[in-house]
């Protein structure tokens, strides 16, 4: 079809689009779904979405295809800026705000916000079910649904943890701890004693003062045996707050050989939260120091293995209680909440008014008005009717949590803004979603005063109340929701290799995986980083197990220390040396270039591949004629022979197999299959790789586009809602203004605070607070 020159911009660019991609992306063929042979240069803003395609693969360097034809890089270049520019132009009168649904806090956020109002650290995956993910990340209100038997367990667990909090749960009840079958207990385990080896340290919230029941079972083969009991001299220390309360002595208060444990000693507690360990002495590391080589993990599938468990190991713990509990009159909660107390009858009300008009105020996130005040008072008198002061206040409490200003975000929008139309939000919205942006809960008073004051808005106190946010202790919250998303992180805790492919995987390292990955991303947020860092820092935080995993001498004990990455370990550098993503990215039993190559691709360059066709067959992982074994490159190219796969593959596979000196669980080899590894290929763009190192650096060289891609991840987690393609001139604006600063973080958070999306909301067509009553 023929194109007429046109005026617009990029009326010179369709030479380049016939000569290179119009040959693939026609009415004919209709590969990927574009058609872009009638697609007019000239309307690029009358068709968004596929324009938007074309730029996301342009600047992941993904088209044209590997092994086809590709403009020079000027006019790749100078094709790619048009198209941004006119999608831009088109977006600046605007800005793309769909509608608004109804927020749900998610279980992190709901934990935080009962964390700050009522000082009080709870389990919610007690009271409520996981949280769904959209767009890849639990926050985002498409995937927060609310069903009957949600809204049921939201009130279940109001009714408990005002209990708990005012120290009114004083029913004995029952709690077990297990230790995870990976985790090993051969060394010493941080925040119990010196001396000591192995065991469980559990941080456990006693709700009233009174005796309390602490049992412990050791690990036991099906018919009653003791792992590592043949050594009889071996001693189980149980502790609270570092203090010994019982010391059990293996072979005569624990039995070599027993179906059933009764290993438990009674001790008064006042309520709190307090820690309890379970440990054994250390005063042999015979035969732990023999001359055999023995693994890192301690148990392997629930049994003894020659090589593995060599001293006894704890499976559980148990606390129970409290017997003949009574309400406390000290605990953090309770100070929390009791800002005031009666000295009289005559002073109850107004005591009870401060408290409760205090916490719902925190709650709501918002000032309080007088219809919320005769609420609580009406509640507070029918608990006080009832019962005493504390009667009252518990039932204040619980109506707090229960209301829907406190489950849901609420944006209404001003009165006189019609619904359907777009508005600016308030300062006491604003700060709501900064809260939870960088701290997965609500405002605290000094956000909420200064939003009340009016005064948020101003471009100078936003600034100063960004950078006070980011030094809080509570931004930790968006390095492990927004990194554990984003990275995959929270995808270790199900990552079970293989205990006989790899011996030396454990819940330690897994744990030690996870810190590491969380303290590099923290590192850029606190330094106030470039954010290319994450490609390219050159150092890591390592403790002893993770040193001794990737080899790095010199590094004693269980905390984290920063180490520089030179030398042999300048493999480790940035994200892509990091075990943790290693290991996400892998199988059970081996490791996964396709994985990889999609974590990079998704991840680093933000191009999503789709998903396999279905039916895709395994594997083979011997030679034909039985001549020995395949490497996994080997098998992967018999299994690209196919068509259907070879076209994702050429993409995916050159970038997962420069990463296969990694093996499954991130440990540095050379050999696979008893062949040298293989980590070389050739990216789509044509660049040539041999390993990690070649392809790092192959992926600085798409900075701009990596930043691109923080970005619209960070702008989803801020939003809680998914980023379109009607959102990426944002991203773009953004992001151009962030390469001034050096892509700094804090010039990537002023960035999306400041943009309209961020700022602005579009008024639902009925208002929510009623919508959500009823």
Not at 31 to 55: N, R, S
Not at 390 to 410: K, M, Q, S, T, Y
Not at 521 to 528: A, G, K, M, Q, T
Not at 643 to 658: E, N, S, V
Request: net charge negative; glycine share 8%.
């Amino acid at each position: 079809m023929a194109h007429a020159q046109t005026a617009s911009p990029l009326g010179s660019q369709r030479a380049v689009l016939d000569q290179y991609c119009v040959t693939c992306h026609n009415q004919k063929l209709k590969t990927a779904g574009l058609m872009l042979d009638k697609l007019d240069l000239a309307q690029v803003g009358e068709h968004t979405e596929p324009w938007e395609k074309v730029v996301r693969k342009l600047r992941a360097g993904m088209m044209p295809p590997a092994g086809l034809p590709r403009p020079n890089a000027a006019a790749y270049e100078a094709l790619t800026v048009a198209l941004e520019n006119e999608l831009d132009r088109a977006a600046a009168s605007h800005p793309h705000l769909p509608a608004p649904a109804i927020h749900r806090v998610n279980r992190t956020e709901y934990t935080n916000a009962i964390r700050s109002l009522l000082a009080l650290d709870i389990d919610a995956a007690a009271f409520l079910p996981a949280d769904d993910s959209s767009y890849g990340f639990d926050n985002v209100a498409s995937g927060l649904g609310v069903s009957p038997a949600l809204v049921e367990g939201y009130v279940e667990a109001a009714s408990k943890i005002s209990r708990l909090a005012l120290g009114h749960e004083t029913a004995p009840a029952r709690k077990v701890y297990h230790v995870r079958e990976d985790y090993s207990q051969e060394e010493h385990i941080e925040g119990l004693p010196f001396g000591t080896r192995g065991g469980m340290l559990i941080h456990h919230y006693f709700p009233a003062d009174g005796e309390y029941a602490i049992s412990w079972d050791p690990v036991r083969t099906t018919v009653g045996g003791l792992y590592g009991g043949d050594s009889e001299d071996e001693q189980a220390e149980v502790l609270m707050d570092g203090a010994r309360i019982k010391v059990f002595r293996i072979g005569k208060d624990v039995p070599i050989a027993s179906l059933r444990d009764k290993n438990e000693v009674r001790v008064p507690v006042k309520a709190g939260e307090r820690t309890v360990g379970v440990t054994f002495l250390a005063t042999t590391y015979v035969p732990n120091v023999d001359l055999n080589r023995h693994y890192h993990r301690s148990i392997l599938d629930d049994n003894l293995v020659d090589g593995f468990t060599f001293t006894p190991q704890v499976s559980s713990v148990t606390i129970s209680g409290p017997y003949n509990g009574v309400r406390p009159k000290d605990t953090p909660s309770r100070a929390k909440i009791f800002i005031c107390q009666p000295t009289g009858a005559s002073s109850e009300l107004p005591c009870a008014r401060k408290i409760l008009t205090a916490l719902a105020r925190e709650a709501y996130r918002r000032p309080i008005t007088d219809s919320d005040t005769e609420s609580l008072m009406n509640l507070y008198q029918a608990g006080r009717n009832a019962g005493d002061f504390e009667d009252g206040i518990e039932r204040g409490v619980e109506f707090i949590l229960a209301h829907p200003e406190f489950v849901f975000r609420a944006e209404d929008g001003p009165a006189n803004v019609k619904p359907g139309q777009a508005y600016r939000i308030s300062d006491m919205e604003l700060a709501s979603r900064l809260a939870y942006f960088f701290w997965s809960s609500g405002p605290d008073d000094e956000l909420i005063r200064v939003a009340a004051q009016g005064k948020l808005r101003d471009s100078g106190v936003l600034e100063q109340q960004i950078r006070r946010m980011l030094k809080d202790q509570r931004t930790h919250e968006l390095v492990k929701n927004f990194a554990g998303q984003w990275l995959q992180l929270r995808v270790m805790q199900s990552s079970t290799p293989e205990g006989i492919d790899y011996p030396d995987f454990d819940d330690n390292l897994r744990q030690a995986f996870r810190t590491e990955a969380e303290m590099f991303f923290e590192s850029i947020v606190r330094e106030d980083r470039s954010i290319i860092d994450l490609l390219n820092g050159d150092y890591t935080f390592v403790n002893e197990r993770l040193a001794a995993h990737y080899g790095i001498p010199n590094v004693y004990g269980s905390q984290f220390r920063r180490v520089k990455l030179d030398g042999d370990f300048d493999v480790r550098r940035g994200l892509l040396g990091k075990g943790g993503i290693e290991l996400v990215t892998s199988v059970s039993d081996r490791t996964s270039p396709v994985q990889r190559g999609k974590w990079v691709m998704t991840n680093i360059l933000g191009v999503v591949p789709p998903d396999p066709p279905p039916n895709v067959p395994a594997l083979k992982e011997t030679a034909a004629g039985g001549a020995g074994p395949l490497t996994l490159r080997q098998q992967m190219e018999a299994h690209r022979a196919n068509p259907a796969c070879a076209g994702c593959h050429k993409m995916m596979d050159p970038i997962g197999f420069a990463m296969e000196n990694f093996d499954g669980i991130g440990k540095w080899r050379t050999k696979e299959a008893g062949q040298n590894v293989n980590a070389s290929g050739q990216l789509t763009d044509g660049t040539k790789i041999s390993g990690v190192v070649d392809l790092r650096n192959a992926l600085l060289s798409y900075s701009p586009q990596f930043a691109r891609t923080v970005t619209e991840k960070l702008l989803t987690y801020a939003l809680g809602r998914g980023v379109e393609y009607q959102d990426m001139p944002v991203v773009r604006a953004i992001v151009r203004e962030a390469a001034r600063n050096d892509y700094r973080f804090s010039a990537l958070i002023d960035g999306i605070v400041k943009s309209e999306p961020f700022q602005m909301n579009r008024k639902p067509e009925a208002p929510f607070r009623a919508a959500a009553v009823r």
